[in-house]
């Protein structure tokens, strides 16, 4: 097995400019459009591997908050915990569908015991045109972007068996392996 040369960073993810293109951008428990922000940066920077676990989805609920939901919706909005789970499916639906319209393979899955964390739904993106192993160059090959992928779901998983309080500590972060 040959090594990765993996390098980590922490940072404010609005303004972040990676030193080259990363081939896998993590977000753990990025709070609101912290995970929006993350997924941009991979966007932007075509990386080839996006992975991210949503939390506080604040910004649509805000929305709802102020006026009344439209009539064929109002039966799903009307209690407050079907409301939250409702609008985190509605805007975690529309995050992958984005993914995939810019040309990544996405699927959404769990990633760990809900006795963990409530918030356990992991976003999996990977650039499309990597899949083939057609990668452009700058980055790893389809195996490379493999063996990263599953260095960055153990780093996930790693944090995720830390507990809700581990994870909420990584909060507003996202990682860039380049």
């Known amino acids: ?4 040369d993996a390098k980590f960073y922490t940072s404010p993810i609005t303004g972040f400019e990676p030193p080259s293109r990363p081939d896998v951008v993590l977000a753990l ?18 990386a080839h591997i996006i992975m991210a676990v949503p939390c506080c989805h604040q910004y649509l609920h805000k929305q ?3 006026k009344q939901a439209p009539a064929p919706l109002g039966p799903l909005m009307r209690h407050g915990i079907l409301k939250q789970r409702q609008l985190d499916m509605v805007t975690d639906t529309m995050r992958a569908q984005l993914l995939r319209i810019m040309g990544y393979k996405t699927d959404a899955v769990e990633f ?12 999996r993106a990977v650039r499309a045109d990597t899949t083939s192993g057609a990668a452009d160059g700058a980055g790893a090959g389809a195996a490379g972007v493999a063996a990263a992928a599953a260095a960055a779901a153990a780093a996930a998983a790693g944090a995720a068996g830390a507990g809700a309080a581990g994870a909420a500590g990584a909060a507003g972060a996202a990682g860039a392996a380049v």
Not at 29 to 46: E, N, P, V
Request: aromatic content about 2%.
């Open 1 to 4: 097995m040959s090594e990765i």
């Open 29 to 46: 428990h990025a709070c609101d459009t912290a995970t929006d922000d993350a997924l941009a940066l991979g966007i932007k920077q075509r």
């Open 64 to 66: 709802f908050s102020r």
């Open 112 to 123: 760990t015991s809900a006795e963990h964390t409530p918030r356990n739904l992991l976003l």
